[in-house]
């Protein structure tokens, strides 16, 4: 194997994994298989993610017996957003494929999402158009991809598929932490990069069981707020809390003015009513808002930096081990 080879491949692989020991020496050999008939050199990087069953040691040993495999171990468990960034930050090709140990991606899939980054794509996204999941998980995905493409302008039929390739540099910059990696396509589509999507083959789980449960499906639609003012109001933070100053201002107002009148055309008594309490405090939120809007706007401005690097930087500091 050339020098080449091993310090600069053009191709990296990074493969998240918890708790995938009887699923990873497949893994490994689909792999090998997908990328050799490629005539790229290339790299898998697997990083495990506080597993704790027997997969550090499978992945050691695979990459002692092949240098084109390597591993990264975190010391406990941090999510899968949390891993993909460590891998990320440690991964060396110039184009990445991102792809679940668990084997429902199917590694024969990959040199056709390179053939589209050749195409011109800046990324590719998988689609499982035919699904091998439960009931349970399909119904919820579907509801997210559809309320996820509403939101952010990007529609894609899977947003949250495991199976990605992409030029590296876009993972650079998109924000990895939380559930973000649920919305890569939608963070580098506002970056302005090509997103397509391409169907590909799933398949059902064989070993293990799935890390997905109700709670994922909570944190992801928490951190759909966060990709709204990421992608829509990264640049112009005074239009968010603006907005909503404006609104709560609005109704603060109608409130006031209609005690006014009750005070002045009336002899009812305005000064014990909840009412006149809930309109003074929404003009002091309206204030607040508004005032905390400009304060973020004139941040922008003294750092005289760009949205996607004030704000779209990740923080890639993650506790890890290597291996030896």
């Not at 590296?168 to 302005?192: K, W």
């Not at 391409?198 to 928490?222: D, I, Q």
Request: hydrophobic residues 40%; neutral net charge; glycine residues 8%.
């Amino acid at each position: 194997m050339s020098e080449r080879q091993h310090s600069e491949p053009e191709v990296s692989l990074l493969a998240p994994a918890k708790n995938e020991a009887e699923s990873l020496p497949l893994l490994f050999a689909e792999i090998r298989t997908a990328m050799e008939s490629q005539h790229r050199t290339w790299e898998l990087l697997v990083v495990d993610d506080g597993s704790t069953d027997e997969s550090w040691r499978v992945i050691a040993g695979q990459a002692a017996a092949d240098p084109r495999f390597r591993g990264l171990r975190l010391r406990r468990n941090f999510g899968k957003a949390a891993a993909l960034a460590a891998g990320v930050a440690e991964v060396r090709g110039a184009l990445l494929v991102t792809i679940d140990a668990d084997l429902q991606d199917d590694p024969a899939e990959i040199p056709r999402l390179l053939d589209e980054l050749d195409d011109g794509a800046d990324l590719v996204s998988g689609h499982k158009a035919q699904r091998k999941d439960p009931l349970g998980k399909r119904l919820p995905s579907k509801f997210f991809n559809w309320m996820t493409g509403l939101i952010t302008g990007l529609r894609l039929s899977d947003h949250n598929c495991g199976l990605k390739a992409a030029r590296t540099e876009v993972y650079r910059r998109v924000p990895l932490y939380g559930e973000l990696h649920r919305y890569i396509p939608a963070l580098a589509h506002q970056l302005g990069y090509r997103v397509r999507e391409r169907a590909v083959n799933h398949r059902p789980r064989l070993h293990g069981k799935s890390k997905y449960g109700f709670e994922r499906y909570v944190r992801g639609a928490l951190d759909l707020l966060t990709v709204v003012a990421l992608t829509r109001y990264g640049r112009r933070p005074a239009h968010l809390f603006g907005g909503l100053g404006l609104l709560l201002g609005t109704v603060g107002t109608l409130i006031l003015l209609y005690l006014t009148g009750v005070w002045v055309f009336t002899e009812q008594s305005i000064g014990t009513r909840p009412l006149l309490t809930l309109g003074m405090l929404l003009e002091i939120f309206a204030v607040q808002m508004v005032s905390l809007g400009l304060l973020a706007e004139l941040v922008l401005h003294r750092t005289g930096r760009d949205r996607d690097v004030t704000v779209l930087v990740a923080d890639h500091t993650h506790d890890e081990s290597r291996v030896a």
